[in-house]
């Protein structure tokens, strides 16, 4: 399995829903390393990096979201591994404040 990393967009009714949390869940239960934030326009911004068919599933589970999330869209393009540097200090996964 080899590891990629994916940046991914979310659009919806994705804020206010508890998305960046399910997302935060989802992940560390899937052990994936990235990070997740709502951004002011009102979508959901992530990046996801292990092994490439637990990120697709991760990116798969992200179109369907929690369960008062609607999801309307969902962009995913190649990941700069650079972007993981933008976690909390020692986190494999952070939820980030809203840029």
């Avoid at 997302?23 to 002011?40: I, M, Q, S, T």
Wanted: overall charge positive; some cysteine.
């Amino acid at each position: 399995m080899t590891a990629v990393v994916r940046h991914v967009m979310v659009r919806g009714r994705v804020q206010g829903v508890g998305y960046r949390a399910w997302v935060d869940h989802e992940a560390r239960a899937k052990n994936l390393e990235g990070w997740v934030r709502n951004l002011r326009d009102g979508s959901v911004e992530a990046v996801f990096a292990g092994a490439e068919d637990v990120v697709t599933a991760m990116i798969t589970a992200c179109r369907r979201g929690p369960s008062l999330a609607r999801v309307d869209a969902v962009q995913e393009e190649a990941g700069n591994p650079d972007a993981l540097n933008l976690r909390r200090a020692g986190e494999r996964f952070s939820v980030l404040p809203t840029v």
